[in-house]
């Protein structure tokens, strides 16, 4: 089982020294990977309906919010292992060929270390203040995925779908990862499913319930072979809370893995930078000796 954690991106800790501290301590403690969260504008109005919490997002107008991207951009300079991830990138809300450069782009300064894992999106008048409709972003995501994977592979595209429309381009370089980083499928429920049996590399439930991942699996599969492709190339992965006793956090961990789930994202915790690190350092030294001794025993 790999291990990741998200980075600060709101509040007084997102700043470039809470970033690279952070991250640095994500790579030197052995974990596996770093994540950002993803949101462009924060609508004045309608973020009631957020759907992990009926406290509504945990983070205020006030409290800012650095872009996904840029903000991997700068934790690539200043690492040299930990792959790079996106928990979750909503796609349908941005043009696929500019965000079809930039991931690439990250790809090639970070010599392939991106992970891709994208939704649908949930806060509809994000989606309007950026001029896309809400409605359609399922079919925006699914001809996005297909722009991007095409330009991936290929380096040039001419598109002419419900949605997007150019003649010839070129997009180079290309990533490093033959055909483009994977494309994790973000979300819980049959929509999902059927995306990630269609179109992704992964399922990347958010906060996932273990009932929730084993009818998820079994849809993905089932899906999966119905479309002729080999469930086994559909990797599964999870965005998730852990108690802060080490005992309960090792079970919590060792459940998912006994799920199938080969990749945890967890959220940091901690008032000050320091209190983050030391997180992510205790996380490293006490739990995980525990989870990866029960891992090797029963493996």
């Known amino acids: 089982m790999k291990l990741g954690m998200h980075l600060p991106q709101w509040g007084p800790l997102a700043t470039r020294e809470g970033v690279l501290a952070v991250a640095r301590t994500i790579e030197d403690c052995g974990l596996d990977s770093a994540w950002v969260a993803d949101h462009v504008v924060y609508p004045m109005q309608g973020g009631e309906r957020y759907p992990y919490s009926s406290d509504g997002p945990p983070f205020t107008p006030e409290d800012g919010f650095l872009e996904a991207l840029t903000t991997l951009a700068l934790v690539a300079g200043a690492t040299s292992r930990i ?17 079809a450069k930039t991931v690439a782009t990250l790809d090639v300064l ?5 992970i891709l894992a994208i939704g649908a999106g949930w806060w ?22 297909g722009i991007l994977r ?15 429309h150019f003649a010839e381009v070129a997009c180079e370089p290309q990533p490093v990862q033959p055909g483009g980083p994977p494309i994790w499928i973000a979300a819980t429920g049959p929509a999902a499913w059927r995306r990630a049996a269609r179109l992704g590399d992964g399922w990347h439930p958010l906060r996932p319930r273990p009932e929730q991942l084993a009818e998820g699996r079994a849809e ?21 809370g852990l108690p802060s006793d080490r005992d309960r956090a090792a079970e919590r961990l060792l459940g998912l893995a006994r799920s199938g789930v080969a990749h945890v994202v967890l959220a940091t915790q901690g008032e000050t930078v320091g209190e983050r690190c030391a997180a992510i350092e205790g996380l490293a030294s006490d739990v995980l000796p525990v989870v990866r001794r029960e891992l090797g025993a029963t493996s």
Do not use: K
């Not at 479309?227 to 599964?236: K, L, N, T, V, Y």
């Open 150 to 164: 095409a330009l991936w592979s290929h380096g040039s595209l001419e598109h002419s779908g419900e949605f997007f």
């Open 83 to 99: 792959a790079l991830g996106t928990s979750a990138l909503v796609l349908p809300m941005r043009e696929p060929l500019l965000m």
């Open 124 to 145: 509809a008048e994000e989606f309007h203040a950026l001029g896309v409709p809400f409605e359609q972003r399922g079919r925006r995501l699914d001809e996005a995925i």
């Open 220 to 240: 993905i599969d089932r899906i999966a072979q119905e479309q002729g492709r080999d469930p086994s190339e559909i990797g599964m992965s999870a965005a998730i």
């Open 110 to 114: 970070s010599e392939g270390r991106t």
